[in-house]
């Protein structure tokens, strides 16, 4: 059974600082691109971030480039999201998610539909 598990959310203040974890088991990790997608209440999900087999490439939404970095533990199955300088308008339930197996991590990524697994979401609450 494969699983996708983010770590807990959290509550933090503008312009603090938040990594989130994201444990998966029951597939081949590493034949996997994987990355970050969130989504608001009423509005459509919004791909974030992804990055590669072999983390050669990654893909950063523009509304989080240069304030959000992926990363991805081959070894022990695990993908992160670091995020400085938190907005208010980061404020979202974060899912992890896996395409694959060999998909690919491209401008492409936002297209919920290329998505293989879904994580169950954590939510992130930036307050002013």
């Known amino acids: 059974q494969v699983r996708l598990v983010e770590s807990e959310g959290d509550s933090v203040q503008e312009g603090e600082y938040l990594r989130l974890v994201c444990s998966v088991s029951?597939?081949?990790?590493?034949?996997?691109?994987v990355g970050w997608f969130r989504q608001v209440p009423g509005k459509e999900r919004e791909g974030l971030s992804c990055?590669?087999?072999?983390?050669?490439?990654?893909y950063y939404a523009d509304s989080v480039k240069g304030r959000f970095t992926i990363s991805r533990d081959d070894a022990t199955g695990t993908l992160f999201l670091e995020m400085a300088n938190l907005k208010v308008e980061d404020t979202a339930i974060y899912y992890c998610a896996a395409r694959g197996p060999f998909g690919s991590c491209s401008d492409s990524w936002p297209n919920v539909g290329n998505i293989n697994y879904w994580g169950q979401g954590t939510q992130v609450t930036v307050s002013s």
């Open positions: 029951g597939l081949t990790f590493a034949d996997y691109a």
């Open positions: 990055i590669s087999l072999g983390s050669s490439y990654t």
